[in-house]
């Protein structure tokens, strides 16, 4: 299996994942010509992706996906309350391009199996995704306020992790954004603080753990730096061998992280 974080960030999400026979996105929050883009930047074609994922209805995760599924032929995927909710922002899509992916299901797609599971999120129905591949495994968990026991179990030990990180809390604290928007990024339907990104983070990495993605920072109340020091720093003081056991990796809203194999 080979991922590239394509972008990550509140302005924008899309995520490629490769098998042998499977070629797929996860949300596509920006422009059909921008993802064009970031998948040529790691030598990719859209032309090649067969199926596209989405999360929940948020437009930094859906903002491409009508344009991507009518010019490339795309089955897309999502559960029934993300359907019902962002219907009206994609236009038109074929039916036979149309899937309903319950929550807490796992869709086998050839060689590639995918667990879907829910979030706490301020969306009608969010779901992320662990990829099952050939004895590896990739989980992504952005647009959480919290991480529940029941997620970790589901994606405790992966080999690869895209984790959010979306803001440091002084920082937010202090900064421009209206306090009703302040409580609702701090709340538990909310996003994922950089010490809350690393706290859970301990409680599910493990011996398979290699890869981590810091993703979905926030542009205002965030900073990659700060992100990877603060991860890095707890873990570190938790005596977990960060750059020898696992490497952390930041990612970007405009650039694609290098195509990795697990």
């Known amino acids: 299996m080979k991922i ?4 990550s960030g509140s302005s924008g999400n899309a995520t490629y994942v490769e098998t042998n026979k499977r070629h797929i ?3 596509a ?6 993802i064009e883009a970031l998948m040529n930047s790691i030598g990719k074609s859209l032309k090649d992706v ?3 994922l989405i999360t929940h209805e948020h437009t930094d995760h859906c903002k491409g996906a009508g344009v991507l599924a009518r010019r490339y032929g795309m089955d897309l995927y999502a559960n029934e309350g993300t359907w019902k909710a962002m219907e009206n922002k994609l236009g038109k899509i074929p039916l036979e391009q149309k899937h309903v992916f319950k929550e807490g299901q796992v869709l086998t797609l050839d060689d590639l199996d995918i667990e879907s ?15 099952h591949h050939d ?6 968990v952005t647009d959480t306020g919290y991480v529940s026991p029941r997620v970790e179990g589901i994606i405790k030990d992966a080999d690869a992790y895209l984790f959010e990180c979306n803001h440091d809390v002084e920082m937010l604290r202090m900064g421009m954004y209206p306090w009703p928007l302040k409580q609702r990024i701090l709340s538990d339907t909310g996003h994922l603080s950089n010490e809350d990104g690393a706290n859970a983070l301990m409680d599910v990495i493990g011996n398979h753990t290699k890869k981590i993605y810091l993703g979905h920072l926030s542009r205002e109340n965030n900073v990659k730096e700060l992100a990877h020091l603060t991860v890095d ?3 570190r003081a938790h005596d977990l061998a960060v750059d020898h056991d696992f490497y952390l990796y930041d990612t970007d809203p405009e650039q694609a992280t290098s195509l990795a194999e697990l």
């Open 117 to 131: 599971f829910g979030v706490s999120h301020d969306a009608r129905q969010p779901q992320f995704y662990e990829m």
């Open 50 to 52: 067969d199926s596209l």
């Open 4 to 7: 590239s974080v394509l972008a």
């Open 135 to 140: 004895g590896k495994s990739f989980a992504i």
């Open 25 to 27: 996105l996860i949300d």
């Open 29 to 34: 929050g920006l422009s059909g010509k921008k």
């Open 233 to 235: 720093h707890i873990m």
